[in-house]
């Protein structure tokens, strides 16, 4: 073995490779498929979860931001069944709105960044899907 501590061994992992087009295609599609529960009961959750059954086994990028989305979606989900019987003492409604529009802007923003390429993880987001 040589001394020099620029040179790496030979079992070190290689770098991952970037994502494909049609990779940060899909990680963008996991995201933003949340914001059809605007229109279908249930969707936010419904979405990422069809996608990342889907390309889970074929492509890393998707199946770790499915996967991201799904957790959040479900954080989400949880907050607003909380907000449910804080409604009856008036914190809930403000508290739903909240929850609403940060949920909205943070899928925006996990949206725009897998399309970059880039891992996102969301900042409140419970990771029950391993």
Known sequence: MSDNPYTSPASAPAPEAAPSADEKTWGM???????CGFVV??????GPLVVWLIKKDTMPFVADQGRES??????????????IPLMFVLIGIP???????????LTI???IKA???EM???????RLVK
Do not use: E, K, M, W
Request: hydrophobic share 65%.
């Open 29 to 35: 599609i996991a995201h933003l498929s949340a914001l």
């Open 120 to 126: 996102y993880r969301y900042p409140f987001a419970l």
């Open 41 to 46: 009961p249930f969707g936010t959750i419904i």
């Open 115 to 117: 399309q970059n390429g």
């Open 70 to 83: 799904l957790n959040f979606q479900i954080t989400v989900a949880i907050a607003f069944v909380i907000c």
């Open 95 to 105: 508290l739903a709105i909240v929850v609403g529009i940060g949920a909205l802007v």
């Open 109 to 111: 923003i996990a949206g």
